[in-house]
């Protein structure tokens, strides 16, 4: 497996990565989840889980993200963990975009509701380690879509 770069961790930004990364939020698992999604970066080893269960609104109401890899993807798994309760799926899917677009240059800064994820934006000036950050939103948006294509076309009873 290949060494990544270590990143400046200092400062107030680090100490909400390394926070997150000691006490990552948001661990417990979700009985009988509407939504579960697992993905994995072979470059760096790293793996993420996300569990979600909907209200009959389609709301979050309960969260699990569960990540294995370095502290950049765990720091981010848990940070992204305290932002989706309430919100829908469309929701889920325009915020994850939202970062997305930071992370990757394109947008300035993040929405409000992602106000906490600015702590990340050492990681934008490193583009490997990009993909550590996105891991867990990806996850997200893979178990979102899914579930959308589950509703659009149901499994017919036989
Ligand atoms: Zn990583």
């Known amino acids: 497996m290949p060494q990544l770069p270590d990143l400046p961790l200092d400062g107030l930004f680090g100490q909400v990565i390394m926070d997150h990364y000691r006490n990552p939020r948001n661990r417990a698992p ?8 697992h993905e994995r970066n072979p470059f760096c080893g790293d793996a993420v889980t996300v569990d979600l269960k909907l209200d009959n609104d389609g709301r979050v109401v309960q969260v699990s993200v569960q990540s294995e890899g370095c502290s950049i993807l765990q720091a981010t798994a848990s940070l992204m963990s305290e932002a989706l309760l309430g919100k829908t799926l469309e929701q889920l899917l325009q915020l994850s ?16 509701e992602l106000e906490p994820m600015q702590a990340l934006q050492v990681v934008r000036q490193h583009p490997v380690r990009i993909k550590c950050a996105l891991l867990p939103w990806t996850a997200l948006e893979v178990g979102a879509q899914g579930h959308r294509q589950a509703k659009k076309f149901p499994l017919l009873p036989l």
């Open 30 to 37: 979700v009985a009988s989840p509407d939504i579960h999604a």
């Open 97 to 112: 975009g939202q970062f997305r677009d930071w992370m990757q240059g394109r947008l300035k800064s993040n929405p409000p």
